[in-house]
């Protein structure tokens, strides 16, 4: 059977789009996009407004909002917000209340003009509930029709027309990915804008609940001058028992609201919850629209999406799919971006040489060097990383796979404290934690969000590898065990990579039940059908993610950059370049072969020297007493402190500590011997496996990480949230690595 959709041009007689003249000079009209997810509102929102998006936050919370430009036929443009997906304007935090405050209240932009809903044509049922809600706001409404092709392949049939006559509003048939009927929602757009009365068809709701509405209405306009609330607010407080919007009106209004409201809720006769009240209602307000408009052939069999569900959300075999899909995700990000990474590191090293090059020795060209390149390059470094990350992502969810997963993994996240969701930014912190934390925005639930965001850190990330490879390298014993089939030191390396994952299952657990306990939102996923990805919606989304980072979290891991060179670099002491000047002349008379081996030495010599006069080292000295249960000298203890950008650091920064050079990498002979060589004052070794071990533990850990802290503060828009993080994972590495140093000790490793 055909799906039969009718131009809203052709008879509707809701509406009328008058012709406006091009150029004529109107303020900015702002419209809001909302829609239950899964109904392709953001690639409706892509297709609308292109390149012109904005990100930024709704004031006091931490949901991202999208804003764009749209291009209206008359000429003229308007803002458009990209509200959160969501059923119901019933809001239970002040996150999910975002969409109830734009649609009543003033924005940025001013007041909403209008309102676009965009429901799913294959589920009206369930989204004409959100509509019925949209309606009642009293905002300007145009319902676009989304997903036509896919309701008219499973023999669907809707008159739009009808239904629009019904609702009182246009009803527009699209089809966001094909780009079809966009031309025609951009018309009745901007007829709503330019003639916003409407009739629109409202849902009947029980005597009594409407009377107690009213009546709270014209109580909170009595109460000192203050404007009445809004109607559908009125209602949200009244239904939605302790949620943002009875919250927000005791907060506003007077503590004694709570026993009016109670004292309300009270005065309706009803046998059952008013939430199943309004529901029940609601969803027969529903039915009386679809009645006549809406036909579906009874001769439908299991469509071939159906038939691959039973297999991608079996409990075994969509495992086993779903780890095959994962090892392609984790390998992809690990190993497929590693080559342009090189690119970039290649480049600003030799960016750097050229600088040093060309610039006299000194404070200038070491700021340049070591900071303002250093620095760019350490942040530019990360970005194949996430461009492949939110690319690989982007084309799961825009072909439907996602929200497998999701549902596959929460069977067993569900347990651990997290979210079915939070499998896909865990397992990409394993490669980097930045756009793991960045990955995690895909989880609404915010406790579910958080939870991840302060976790995913402890996935052992490709940062981590030097550490692990220098330290197993020159400390852990080549040898097998349990009959040869296993080596220590790949033993040693898998117990490093998996330490952190261990950790953070009871950390996930301590979170939900102490600073982010309550209840999660119910794990309620619609499985939308399979598309193929859009290539714009998602370069749209590489690009936003990629500009996201280097503009917000980059100019912070800059900055930071900066400021450990200039603790590394001052007070640059000319007493010990002197000291080092009669030993350079010395070399000087030496023979060719031996002069540049005898400079090259004194140059890390004197390197090392500075950086131990410089505030860094005076710093190590200073921590000393804290490293030392830890089996720690200063120079360890510095090195940590030097890395705290980046991990990575911490090889080149034990390279010049050790006068070896920092030029040495986790693979060099001469940095493992140089560490197994190195003594304290009365002759014993600076380096066993105790101490070995504690320092591998420890940054396995802990959050020596600029870019990470960074994400995160970006993400939780509270730089409280990235201290919280800094400092518990901190502690958390302390008392392992005091714990396998103690234990080490004692076992005589």
Not at 36 to 46: A, D, E, H, I, V
Request: aromatic fraction near 8%; hydrophobic fraction near 50%.
């Amino acid at each position: 059977m055909l799906l039969r959709f009718v131009s809203p041009q052709q008879t509707a007689s809701f509406t009328h789009i008058p012709v406006l003249s091009t150029g004529t000079s109107r303020p900015t009209r702002t419209v809001a996009l909302i829609g239950n997810p899964n109904t392709g509102k953001t690639t409706l929102f892509n297709v609308l407004t292109g390149m012109s998006q904005r990100v930024g936050n709704y004031p006091g919370v931490t949901v991202e909002r999208k804003s764009g430009s749209v291009n209206l036929p008359d000429g003229s443009r308007a803002e458009l917000f990209d509200l959160p997906g969501t059923y119901s304007l019933a809001a239970a935090s002040p996150d999910e209340m975002i969409a109830v405050d734009v649609l009543l209240n003033e924005t940025e932009s001013g007041r909403v003009d209008a309102v676009i809903a965009i429901v799913d044509a294959g589920n009206l049922r369930r989204n004409l509930y959100l509509v019925s809600q949209i309606l009642e706001t009293g905002r300007p409404v145009v319902i676009a029709l989304n997903m036509t092709d896919v309701a008219a392949a499973r023999g669907i049939r809707i008159d739009a027309i009808r239904l629009g006559n019904r609702l009182g509003v246009p009803v527009i048939p699209i089809s966001a990915q094909r780009r079809q009927g966009i031309d025609e929602l951009r018309v009745a757009l901007a007829g709503v804008l330019a003639k916003p009365a409407q009739n629109p068809a409202k849902a009947a709701l029980p005597t009594d609940l409407q009377a107690q509405v009213e009546h709270l209405v014209r109580l909170t306009a009595q109460r000192n001058g203050s404007p009445p609330l809004a109607s559908a607010e009125a209602l949200r407080a009244l239904v939605d028992i302790e949620g943002a919007a009875e919250e927000r009106l005791v907060a506003t209004r007077g503590s004694d609201m709570a026993s009016i409201l109670t004292d309300m809720r009270a005065a309706v006769d009803t046998s059952v919850p008013l939430s199943a009240m309004e529901s029940d209602a609601r969803y027969r307000w529903v039915q009386q629209m679809l009645d006549g408009t809406v036909e579906q052939s009874d001769a439908l069999t299991s469509s071939r999406s159906d038939l691959v569900d039973r297999i991608l959300t079996h409990r075994l075999v969509g495992l086993v799919v779903f780890i095959g899909v994962s090892a392609v995700l984790f390998q992809g990000i690990y190993s497929w971006s590693a080559p342009v990474m090189d690119m970039i590191e290649g480049f600003f090293g030799l960016l750097g040489n050229s600088v040093s090059a060309a610039m006299p020795p000194g404070a200038l060209r070491s700021m340049i060097v070591d900071g303002v390149i250093a620095g760019v390059g350490g942040v530019l470094v990360f970005l194949p990383q996430i461009a492949l990350l939110f690319l690989l992502i982007s084309i799961l969810e825009d072909c439907g796979y996602m929200a497998r997963a999701a549902l596959l993994m929460d069977r067993l996240l569900g347990n651990l404290g997290l979210s079915g969701r939070s499998f896909i930014p865990l397992l990409s912190s394993f490669a980097c934690a930045v756009p793991g934390v960045m990955a995690a925005r895909t989880i609404a639930d915010r406790r579910d969000r958080f939870v991840t965001i302060l976790v995913a850190p402890l996935m052992s990330c490709s940062a981590r590898l030097p550490v692990y490879v220098l330290f197993i390298a020159a400390f852990i014993p080549d040898r097998t065990i349990l009959g040869g089939w296993i080596g220590l030191q790949g033993l040693t390396l898998l117990a490093m990579y998996s330490v952190g994952a261990v950790i953070a299952v009871p950390v996930a657990l301590l979170l939900r039940f102490t600073i982010l306990r309550g209840a999660s939102s119910p794990f309620l996923l619609e499985l939308p059908a399979y598309n193929w990805p859009t290539p714009r919606t998602v370069l749209l989304r590489v690009y936003g993610s990629c500009r996201a980072f280097i503009v917000r979290a980059g100019s912070v891991i800059l900055a930071a950059t900066i400021v450990m060179w200039a603790l590394a670099y001052f007070p640059h002491a000319d007493l010990v370049g002197q000291s080092f000047d009669s030993e350079r002349l010395s070399a000087l008379a030496l023979p060719s072969a031996e002069q540049a081996a005898r400079l090259q030495e004194l140059e890390r010599v004197e390197a090392s020297a500075q950086l131990e006069a410089s505030l860094l080292g005076r710093a190590g000295h200073f921590v000393q007493p804290l490293f030392s249960p830890l089996g720690w000298d200063w120079r360890i203890g510095m090195a940590t402190l030097a890395s705290f950008p980046a991990r990575e650091i911490v090889i080149s920064a034990l390279g010049t500590i050790y006068s070896l050079g920092g030029e040495h990498d986790e693979n060099s002979g001469d940095m493992r011997r140089g560490l197994q060589a190195a003594v304290h004052p009365d002759g014993t070794k600076v380096f066993t496996i105790p101490v070995a071990l504690s320092v591998m533990v420890f940054f396995a850990l802990c959050a020596q990480c600029m870019s990470t802290l960074a994400v995160i503060q970006r993400e939780t828009r509270s730089w409280g949230w990235a201290a919280f993080s800094f400092f518990y994972m901190t502690i958390l590495a302390y008392a392992a690595a005091f714990g396998i140093y103690r234990l080490g000790t004692w076992l005589q490793w």
